[in-house]
């Protein structure tokens, strides 16, 4: 189980800035000190910088992450499309597309648990009989979670 954990919160309107971004330690309980252990027990010099090295990886894959997710929000008044907004408002502007796709690439771009945030809400708020909601629901993987 990882412990690092890359925690994005996009702000409420009226407050500075749009996102902030933080690094967190998903564990409990913690030691009898009051510390939570970031590496296994190691009893050689090896196993130690084996265990760091790999915590470095993943602050390294951590950072990426936050870039990518500080990218998608200033990407927002480019696309209109981002992981911050609600699954109506992402689609509000994807009903407004003019091609498949056009849908098709702003849809896929989204993470994957607002991809399926936000088919959950097409297929099951929306008439999926007319309109865009129509060429969505022809288009969805369920499976792969993507437009096709």
């Known amino acids: 189980m990882e412990v690092l954990h890359l925690e994005v919160v996009e702000k409420k309107e009226g407050e500075s800035g749009g996102i902030s971004a933080r690094l967190v330690v998903k564990a409990y309980p913690s030691d009898s000190s009051g510390y939570v252990s970031l590496t296994p027990d190691c009893e050689t ?6 265990a760091l090295a790999h915590l470095k990886r993943n602050m390294e894959n951590i950072l990426v992450s936050a870039k990518t997710e500080f990218k ?4 927002k008044d480019e696309t209109g499309v981002t992981d911050f907004q609600t699954s109506e408002e992402i689609w509000q502007v994807l009903e407004k597309c003019t091609s498949i796709e056009e849908m098709r690439v702003r849809f896929n771009e989204l993470s994957l ?3 399926q945030e936000l088919a959950d809400f097409v297929l099951t708020q929306l008439n999926i009989f007319k309109g865009a909601a129509s060429i ?7 499976q792969e979670y993507l437009l096709e």
């Open 136 to 142: 969505f629901s022809q288009h969805y993987n369920e």
């Open 113 to 115: 648990r607002k991809r």
């Open 72 to 75: 998608k929000y200033q990407a």
């Open 45 to 50: 010099m090896e196993e130690f910088e084996k």
